[in-house]
């Protein structure tokens, strides 16, 4: 039979739907703080009247795990006879050795890390407290000043920074015990990924079917416990599970395989970035074994849908954005009502409640100044606005929902979800999750925040536009801006142009200069190896880059290797970049990265090692005033980069 459509519940007006609906994060994520989509759609569902819960099973296994009796099981595992091989790893013969000292200190350095035993900083940072394994030998690249003699780490942690440094040798401590469980219990497992290579544009489900039928290991039992328990405590008629990246996919189908077997009334549903990312093409009906439902980008209109449907008021047919098996043919459907999202304005605030935010891990890597944010504090994550306002790179999925579809908010109703979220959680400081916030967009905000006298810090990624002039870049600081991120991506006025960045790098130096000259934090996303670039390329982006440091411009930055996707004008126009796509296998899975031939043959992959090793440098002032051909292996050639166009660009001369 098939039911009436019902018109969609009226914006603002409640839903009539009686179950319960719990959201899921699946391991592995942050260990900082959660992932934000289960407050987003807790927050939303809640604001139409709907009962909904949520919980992080991310942070849940990773406290289970480096627990007493986690570290117990870890080592059972290890010391199996099977395991012989990976005994055989300096980690774990480091960690079966110094098991005891492992087993008495794991529960103080969790609280330590979750803020509630600061003292203990004194004891950890004597270097008699914790065991040490492999990770600590990175401390002897610190070499003591020859002269003074003075402590190594020093430089990094100064003299008071006694808290800082009991928290980079905690992070080295649970870095050692990662590499232990990844060595003995599970290759696949690091703590902000897990079974990555199982999802990521992997083309056929079988990969991962063949790992959801072994048999389980100790983490997949002890996620199946997580999962049994938080069902059992919210008994849900419905279950949304959310995979923002590849490394939350395999767990995720592992958690509904456990609510499946053991609650096969309740009805499950998978969405969040990686669905909308890769799962644009899915075929498998295997996948409709473990979910009942798979949805594409924002989730609040096709999950109203799906409640509408459930509740018997909306046929199948009528489903939004919503893969299923048909149970006639059993093969995938996909159906898309065409309806309007629920606009940026009415999504409702965030709501962190059911999540211990207190619980989270602030650990602490000295990769560089912004990941320090990335894995340090517990951020409240808000949008600014949906979708990007430039929209025009051409190495960006222009082309999904989640950059193309700009919608804003007023600065008023802006402040108001951050005065309901700092009231909910307690904690003042924002990650602005935008693709890139817009300066508008912050300039209103930040004249909101200061009227209002809201005190908060916030960082975020933005495009270094000529928008953001010295002014506007005091105002955001004076509102409780404390860093921000934007790409230069390839240094390079060829490039950028041909990347449709909308910047030039003189123009970069400006902003990010007026940025640093109000006391922010200024971090350059870098890239290399995208269409033509050439040796030369490479060897002048590196120089502007050296000169970016030298005139105080950036703090940090990071050069990521370009990929194409299937999403990006790259990807879908490859010619007008001089490149040629290699042929894709058939997908019947997942689809994103796709690889290119590109003619001008250079080895990206060793050049990489070379601005590695650069920026590392000069994040610390070293090598500043050195010949960037230095960083490179072999020869290659001189800059074409003028020593003095970061100066002279600061004074206006392009
Ligand atoms: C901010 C951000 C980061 C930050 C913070 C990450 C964090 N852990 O919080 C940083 C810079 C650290 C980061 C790192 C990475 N990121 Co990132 N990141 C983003 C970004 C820009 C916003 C994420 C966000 O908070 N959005 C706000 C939330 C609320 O949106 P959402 O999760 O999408 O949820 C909505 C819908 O998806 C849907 N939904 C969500 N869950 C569910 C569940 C169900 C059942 C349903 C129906 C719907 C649904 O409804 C929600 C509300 O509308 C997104 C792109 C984007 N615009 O979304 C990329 C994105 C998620 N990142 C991506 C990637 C790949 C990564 C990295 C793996 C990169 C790398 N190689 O290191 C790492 C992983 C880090 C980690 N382990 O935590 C990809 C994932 C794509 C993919 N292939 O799977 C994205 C989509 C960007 C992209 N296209 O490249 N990232």
Redesign the pocket.
């Known amino acids: 039979m098939s039911l009436p459509v019902v018109q969609p519940a009226e914006e603002g007006t409640e839903l009539r739907y009686d179950g319960c609906v719990l959201?899921l994060i699946p391991p592995?994520?942050?260990l900082n703080t959660p992932?934000?989509?289960t407050a987003?759609?807790t927050g939303f569902l809640r604001s139409r009247g709907v009962r909904a819960v949520q919980a992080d099973l991310a942070h849940g296994l990773v406290l289970s795990i480096l627990s007493q009796q986690g570290l117990r099981s870890v080592r059972s595992e290890a010391a199996e006879p099977a395991n012989a091989a990976a005994n055989k790893s300096p980690s774990v013969r480091s960690f079966l050795k110094q098991f005891e000292r492992y087993e008495s200190t794991i529960d103080r350095v969790i609280r330590f890390l979750q803020g509630t035993d600061p003292t203990l900083a004194h004891r950890i940072v004597t270097r008699t407290f914790l065991p040490e394994g492999p990770r600590f030998e990175s401390l002897d690249r610190f070499e003591a000043d020859p002269e003074t003699g003075d402590d190594p780490l020093l430089w990094a942690f100064g003299v008071l920074g006694v808290q800082d440094k009991a928290r980079h040798f905690c992070t080295l401590y649970l870095s050692d015990l990662a590499d232990v469980i990844r060595d003995a219990v599970d290759e696949r497992f690091e703590f902000?990924?897990y079974a990555e290579s199982l999802a990521?544009s992997q083309p056929t489900f079988e990969p991962l079917a063949q790992a959801l039928a072994t048999s389980q290991t100790l983490l997949d039992r002890v996620l199946e416990q997580l999962t049994l328990d938080v069902v059992r405590k919210h008994d849900p008629n419905v279950v949304?599970?959310?995979v923002?990246?590849?490394?939350t996919v395999y767990a995720a189908f592992r958690m509904a395989q456990t609510i499946r077997r053991q609650h096969p009334t309740i009805r499950i549903?998978?969405?969040?970035?990686?669905a909308?990312?890769?799962l644009r093409q899915l075929k498998e009906p295997r996948v409709f074994d473990y979910f009942h439902y798979v949805?594409l980008?924002?989730?609040?209109r096709?999950?109203l849908a799906m409640l509408e449907h459930l509740s018997g008021r909306r046929s199948e047919e009528h489903l939004v954005r919503t893969y299923h098996r048909c149970s006639d043919s059993g093969s995938v459907i996909y159906r898309n009502h065409p309806e309007p999202d629920v606009p940026f304005s009415q999504v409702g605030t965030p709501s962190w409640d059911g999540l211990d935010v207190g619980a989270y891990l602030s650990t602490l890597d000295l990769l560089n100044p912004m990941h320090r944010l990335?894995s340090d504090g517990r951020w409240n994550?808000l949008?600014i606005a949906h979708g990007c306002y430039w929209k025009k790179c051409s190495f960006c999925?222009i082309s999904l929902d989640?950059?193309s579809r700009y919608d804003t908010a007023a600065a008023s109703l802006l402040a108001d979800r951050i005065t309901e979220i700092v009231q909910e959680t307690g904690q003042t400081g924002f990650h602005f999750?935008d693709?890139a916030a817009p300066p508008k967009g912050l300039e209103s905000l930040a004249q909101e925040l200061l009227r209002r006298k809201i005190q908060i810090s916030w960082w975020g990624n933005i495009r270094f536009e000529k928008t953001f002039t010295p002014d506007l870049c005091q105002l955001l600081a004076e509102s409780g801006c404390i860093a921000v991120s934007g790409g230069l991506e390839v240094a390079s006025d060829r490039l950028l142009k041909l990347m449709k960045k909308g910047v030039s790098v003189a123009q970069v130096a400006r902003v990010t200069r007026a940025f640093a000259d109000n006391g922010i934090l200024v971090h350059a996303y870098l890239m290399y190896g995208f269409p033509t670039q050439t040796l030369q390329d490479t060897v002048d982006s590196l120089e502007y880059v050296r000169q970016l440091f030298e005139n105080g411009c950036i703090h940090s930055g990071f050069f990521h290797r370009f990929t194409c996707t299937v999403h990006s004008p790259v990807g879908r126009a490859p010619n007008e970049y001089g490149v040629t796509l290699k042929p894709l296998s058939e997908i019947t899975f997942a689809c994103?990265d796709v690889e290119f031939v590109d003619p001008t043959g250079v080895d990206h992959d060793k050049l990489g090692r070379a601005l590695s090793k650069g920026i590392y440098n000069f994040m610390h002032g070293i090598g500043l005033d050195a010949d960037v051909r230095e960083w490179f292996e072999g020869k290659v050639p001189r800059t074409t980069v003028s020593p003095r166009f970061i100066s002279n660009a600061l004074r206006g001369r392009d």
Do not use: H
């Open positions: 959201s592995m994520t942050q992932y934000p989509s987003y759609l902000v990924r990521q949304l599970i959310t923002p990246f590849p490394g549903a998978l969405g969040g970035g990686y909308n990312t890769e949805m980008d924002d989730g609040e096709p999950i990335w994550k949008t999925d989640y950059i999750v693709e994103n």
